[in-house]
């Protein structure tokens, strides 16, 4: 890990002061995900699908509502995830809803040394890839983990989105597309809990679409489509207007708020 370790080191703290702060949120809904409610979005059902009798791996699952999610619908899922208060969570909702998923704390960089299992179906989700400093160690990981003909599966925040900084009145570009520098925001609140006097400290890093492609085909994948949409599940940006799907876009449109990747290991 280097020189990222530090950076690891308060992002995983801040992920624990998270947990407990998005546990009690109206954005993850605790209650009405025990009484049966899927975490999943229209994205990822409509990629993956039939997911029954499927060993499904995700990673930086946080408290695993979505690999909880995938369970309900037949999978045999285990959940990676940096933070010790996350997977604690995760493994008390497991039992609680007496569903058989299995959650591993470790860094997700690190799978490959905690988990020995290969998988049909790899997935991450929403807000996962700007936490990793270099994504090809992740894209190789990711291969390991992969059964022959097994799925890698993602939907993410488009890049074009962390160019800005939303810590002031108005949104300002900011950031570089394929910046190498390591990003550092300090504020007060939680993305699914603005008014929280939790202080968020985190580290990030920006890459572009390139970035991910090449990380997955040089780790041996098959890129079966990439698509980029106006339309984000999550009301987490300033301003963004409701649409009839009931997802959320900016006012003008300008560029993507998500983009997803659907890929074979041959």
């Given at each position: ?48 699908q039939?997911?029954t ?64 299992d ?21 894209g ?48 007060e ?78």
């Amino acid at each position: 890990m280097g020189n990222n370790s530090e950076y690891f080191k308060t992002n995983k703290a801040t992920w624990n002061d998270k947990v407990k702060v998005h546990a009690e949120s109206e954005m993850y809904d605790i209650k009405a995900f025990k009484n049966g409610k899927s975490s999943l979005m229209k994205y990822e059902l409509n990629a993956l699908q039939n997911v029954t009798g499927k060993s499904l791996l995700h990673l930086q699952c946080h408290f695993g509502q979505d690999t909880l999610s995938w369970s309900r619908l037949g999978a045999k899922c285990v959940g990676v995830d940096l933070s010790d208060e996350g997977i604690k969570l995760a493994k008390a909702l497991n039992k609680e809803l007496n569903l058989d998923a299995q959650f591993v704390c470790c860094n997700v960089l690190d799978t490959a040394e905690h988990i020995k299992d290969s998988f049909d179906i790899v997935y991450t989700s929403y807000g996962v890839i700007g936490w990793l400093p270099d994504l090809k160690p992740w894209g190789k990981m990711i291969a390991e983990k992969l059964n022959n003909g097994g799925t890698f599966y993602m939907v993410e925040f488009h890049p074009i989105v962390w160019m800005f900084d939303y810590l002031e009145d108005k949104p300002i570009m900011k950031y570089g597309y394929m910046q190498d520098e390591v990003i550092y925001e300090e504020y007060e609140g939680t993305y699914a809990d603005l008014d929280s006097k939790m202080v968020t400290k985190e580290y990030g890093w920006n890459h572009g679409l390139s970035e991910v492609i090449n990380a997955l085909t040089e780790a041996g994948l098959h890129i079966e489509y990439m698509n980029e949409y106006n339309e984000s599940p999550y009301n987490v940006l300033p301003e963004l207007v409701e649409t009839k799907s009931g997802n959320y876009t900016t006012k003008d449109k300008l560029y993507p708020l998500i983009f997803e990747i659907k890929a074979t290991k041959l």
